[in-house]
């Protein structure tokens, strides 16, 4: 079995993809980044593309359900580990193979709808720092980081 890093990264980035609530498709084919490591690969979320993940993962937040809560933690990492168990430990061909079809399957489910383009600009124009204050948004444990173009984020 071919042991592939690049080939792990792109299914295991499809996957998260797969997994991503999907309202827009911006944070499906946006947010969701693939970055390589010295010690292999990570996938992460990007909360300048899609800001509202912190709360789908938590389940807070006036617009988005409960449903979703966990979706990272409890779906998507699960679903990850799965495949590579599957592809090094178990090598089941079957369920390997499933994993890979539906991880490549999300990557090109690009659909560019007039719909999703007007409501990816309109999400573009929200005054975040607004709908924050007004709903008392905060993170329980936040506290003040800045990133590499030292803006200043809270987490």
């Not at 979706?71 to 430990?89: C, E, M, Q, R």
């Amino acid at each position: 079995m071919k042991m592939g890093i690049s080939a792990d990264m792109r299914t295991s980035k499809g996957l998260a993809m797969a997994l991503a609530p999907y309202d827009t498709g911006n944070l499906r084919f946006n947010a969701i980044k693939s970055i390589r490591t010295n010690n292999g690969f990570t996938i992460k979320y990007s909360l300048d593309n899609a800001f509202y993940i912190y709360f789908l993962e938590e389940g807070k937040g006036n617009n988005h359900k409960v449903s979703h809560a966990g979706f990272i933690g409890n779906n998507t990492v699960p679903t990850i580990a799965s495949y590579l168990y599957s592809k090094y430990v178990s090598q089941d061909n079957v369920k390997t193979n499933r994993f890979k079809y539906v991880g490549r399957k999300s990557q090109n489910d690009f659909d560019v709808s007039e719909q999703r383009v007007s409501k990816n600009e309109q999400s573009l124009k929200l005054d975040v720092d607004r709908i924050a204050r007004e709903n008392k948004w905060k993170h329980d444990l936040g506290e003040d980081v800045y990133d590499s173009e030292f803006s200043k984020r809270s987490i």
